[in-house]
C-alpha cells in the first residue's frame, strides 16, 4: 500500500480507538490490530502513541475551523451566518467518526501541547465570529472577541450536552433552537455604517 494510503488508514483506524477508548485507554497494539498491521509498521508512521494522537487531533481541529469559516463566508446575512456557524458545531458532534470526542473529551488535556490544539479550537473559531462582528458593529477587538467566544462556548457547550442529554430533539431542530437564541442576543448590536 502507498505511505499516504497506509497513513490515512492507521489515522483512521487511530481514530475509532482512541474514540471509544480514550488516549489513556487506547495502546497501539489495539491501533495495529484495528488497522490490519504489524505494530512495526505502525511506528514507521508515528513514533508514538502521543504523536499518532496529535496528528488526529490537528486533523480534527482543522476540519472544525475550516468549517466555521466556510459557515460565515456562505452568506452576508448574519442571522443566517449564526445558524449556518452552530449547525457546524451540531454535526460536528453527531459525526460518525467520533473526532469530537479528540477536541471537547479529550483526556489528555493536562499535555501541552494536546491543551494546545484544544484551545485553538476555540481561539480560531472565536477570530472569525469575532471578525464579523467587529466589522458589522464597530465594538473594539476586545468586545468582539468576548462575545464571539461567548458565541462559540455557546455552540459548544450545547452540541456536546444535546449529544448525550437531549437526543429526543432532531439535529437540525436544535441547531436552529440554539442559533435563535444566539441570534436574539447578538442581533442586538447595531451594524455599524
Known amino acids: 500500500m502507498p505511505r499516504r ?11 475509532e480507538v482512541f474514540s471509544a477508548q480514550g488516549y489513556h485507554a487506547a495502546a497501539m497494539d489495539d491501533i495495529a490490530e484495528r488497522a490490519g498491521v504489524s505494530k512495526p509498521v505502525l511506528y514507521q ?3 508514538g502513541k502521543l504523536d499518532l494522537y496529535l496528528a488526529l487531533l490537528d486533523a480534527s481541529c482543522d476540519t472544525i475551523i475550516a468549517s466555521t469559516r466556510k459557515a460565515l463566508e456562505s452568506t452576508q446575512d448574519n442571522r443566517q451566518r449564526v445558524e449556518a456557524t452552530m449547525a457546524v458545531f451540531y454535526d460536528y458532534v453527531s459525526s460518525d467518526s467520533g473526532a469530537f470526542r479528540l ?11 494536546v491543551r494546545e490544539q484544544v484551545e485553538r479550537v476555540t481561539s480560531e473559531t472565536a477570530a472569525l465570529v469575532a471578525e464579523v462582528i467587529h466589522e ?8 468582539s472577541r468576548l462575545l464571539a467566544v461567548s ?3 455557546m455552540a459548544q457547550v450545547s452540541a456536546r450536552f444535546w449529544l448525550t442529554e437531549a ?5 437540525a431542530d436544535a441547531a436552529a433552537l440554539v442559533g435563535g437564541l444566539a441570534w436574539r442576543g447578538i442581533r442586538g448590536y ?3 455604517d
Open 103 to 113: 477536541v471537547f473529551e479529550s483526556d489528555l488535556t493536562n499535555e501541552p501541547a
Open 5 to 15: 494510503e497506509r497513513r490515512a488508514q492507521l489515522l483512521a483506524s487511530a481514530l
Open 151 to 153: 458565541l462559540v462556548g
Open 45 to 47: 508512521h508515528f513514533p
Open 190 to 192: 447595531p451594524r455599524a
Open 167 to 171: 437526543g429526543g430533539i432532531e439535529r
Open 136 to 143: 458589522d458593529t464597530g465594538l473594539t477587538d476586545e468586545q
